[in-house]
């Protein structure tokens, strides 16, 4: 009985270990992907601002609180726009910010596929 309890207990310690570093991953996940707003161009994972270590503290929160990623990503875009992720979400807002690199590519091979053909004749 005791070697059967033993082994209970240390199941659930790695189970416990498992969860905790689940969690410290999906914080860094978010984390790296949130922009900080004092340090320019800086995720909120690589800075060591205030701001940043506040932000930290809430995503920690908000996760042992048992919100999702993208709960988390909402709640964050609410309260201070869009503009704090770095992988902004596809939608009406940012169109543009997804199609321009497109548009850019495809401009750019126009232009360099008639300098080409102006070149060959």
Do not use: H
Request: glycine letters at 4%.
């Amino acid at each position: 009985m005791k070697k059967f309890s033993l082994f209970i207990i240390i199941l659930l310690s790695l189970n416990i270990n498992s969860s905790q570093a689940d969690e410290i991953e999906l914080q860094n996940k978010i984390t790296k992907n949130l922009r900080c707003l004092i340090c320019q161009g800086q995720s909120v994972f690589d800075s060591d601002s205030d701001f940043a270590n506040s932000l930290k503290i809430v995503v920690r929160n908000k996760i042992d609180e048992g919100f999702t990623e993208n709960e988390i990503n909402d709640f964050l875009i609410q309260k201070y726009g869009e503009w704090i992720l770095y992988d902004p979400k596809f939608n009406k807002n940012t169109y543009l910010l997804w199609l321009l690199p497109l548009l850019i590519f495809l401009l750019g091979g126009a232009i360099i596929f008639k300098k080409l053909i102006k070149i060959n004749k």
